[in-house]
């Protein structure tokens, strides 16, 4: 049975991973920032195979206890999805400039420092478990990126830059971390019905269903049974690999 740490796991799209990760047949260790009581939902309705743990991904000290927690709870650590991420406006022309940086900072304190902290960390546990499957995989780690890592975006260049390294993170596990039986993917949503994207949606929804080819906003489960095919072994050969998930609204 598998065991998985998924970050940012109480809404949106990490609530769909979580959900199809534990219908899989998966034990999913998850945390949440700010939605305690919706992570507490969660548990309930499903069972003793899901646990939550408040975390903030930009504290680099509370990281390690988080991956020990995991292990303590289910024995063991097989995949990793960094899916917790954060986003706010933040304009080129914007007037304040320690706004600016600090939007800069955060952005990039949890969405690349925080991912690619606790992937060092899980790196250590996956390295020591023994090989499963016909590949020998000792582990699997998925990043939630972003269109906006390939496209550009006018007002919120911190929020793209920072899923930018999330791909080029994802590349470089790959590459370096194949000999020790882990697997990296990436997976790159367009737009997706959650709560990070409702003032977006609910300011341009036409502007933006115009630009899709199929004319609808993606739900977050669509995102999930992908980040699942991907953790359950379904593409190890693929690894390096960044899926897109957008409707074909940005082919590259």
């Known amino acids: 049975m598998l065991t998985a740490l998924v970050t940012g796991g109480s ?8 959900r199809a990760l534990h ?3 998966a034990n999913v260790f998850a945390t ?3 939605a305690s009581e919706r992570a507490a939902v969660i548990e309930r309705e499903l069972d003793e195979r899901v646990a939550f743990a408040r975390c903030d991904l930009a504290d680099s000290a509370a990281l390690p206890g988080l991956v020990d927690a995991c292990r303590a709870r289910f024995g063991r650590l097989d995949v990793l999805v960094n899916n917790a991420a954060i986003f706010a406006e933040n ?12 939007g800069w900072q955060r952005t990039f304190a949890v969405n690349v420092f925080g991912a690619a902290d606790l992937t060092w960390l899980a790196l250590r546990v996956m390295r020591a478990q023994a090989p499963q499957g016909l590949a020998g995989t000792r582990g699997r780690i998925v990043n939630v990126a972003s269109r906006a890592a390939h496209r550009g975006e006018l007002t919120f260049a911190d929020y793209g830059a920072s899923k930018a390294a999330l791909v080029n993170l994802t590349k470089s596990l790959a590459r370096a971390c194949a000999r020790d039986g882990v697997a990296a993917f990436a997976v790159a949503p367009g737009f997706i019905e959650t709560e990070m994207a409702a003032s977006e949606l609910s300011a341009r929804r036409a502007e933006i269903e115009a630009e899709i080819p199929g ?6 489960a669509e995102v999930a049974s992908i980040v699942v ?7 190890d050969y693929a690894t390096g690999t960044t899926l897109d998930v957008n409707g074909a609204s940005y082919v590259r």
């Open 32 to 34: 949440y920032l700010s």
């Open 215 to 220: 004319g609808r906003v993606a739900t977050p």
């Open 23 to 25: 219908a899989s047949g």
């Open 229 to 235: 095919f991907l953790a359950c072994g379904g593409a």
């Open 91 to 102: 304009p080129f022309d914007g007037e304040d400039y320690a706004r600016w940086r600090e």
């Open 11 to 18: 809404r949106g799209i990490g609530e769909a991973i979580v």
